[in-house]
């Protein structure tokens, strides 16, 4: 079970970090990541992270402003976002799956129940 908090209202150039925790499953067995889907589109990838936290992969338009990161001991994940824009209002997932370095919704097995970020203007 996956569950997501953290997020909420901010402004533009704005920070919030976002947490995922984890229950009920080995945790360091998976690969996590994050997505989000704005109103009126798709489900998007943002990041993903390997079952040790060692490598990750970003879209290009969060690269530079979003860090990806786990703590096995504590079973969280964690999404850090800076200098946010209007354009990163959506709701945000997180996911585990045992296919590495997947940037498809279809390459994870588990997703949690999203987090709403609002970025004002």
């Known amino acids: 079970q996956l569950q997501a908090y953290g997020g909420g209202l901010v402004q533009a150039g704005g920070s919030l970090r976002l947490t995922c925790a984890a229950s009920?499953?080995?945790?360091?067995?998976?690969?996590m990541g994050w997505f989000r889907r704005a109103p009126g589109k798709e489900r998007e990838f943002i990041a993903t992270?390997?079952?040790?936290?060692?490598?990750?992969t970003y879209r290009d338009f969060v690269k530079g402003r979003f860090t990806i990161s786990r703590d096995n001991a504590k079973n969280m994940v964690y999404l850090q976002m800076n200098s946010l824009n209007p354009e990163d209002t959506a709701v945000y997932f997180c996911?585990?799956?045992?296919?590495?370095?997947?940037?498809?919704?279809?390459?994870?097995?588990?997703w949690g129940q999203g987090t709403q970020v609002t970025v004002s203007s």
């Open positions: 009920g499953g080995t945790f360091r067995r998976y690969n």
């Open positions: 996911a585990a799956g045992t296919l590495y370095g997947s940037t498809s919704p279809g390459g994870y097995n588990y």
């Open positions: 992270t390997s079952k040790s936290g060692g490598s990750s």
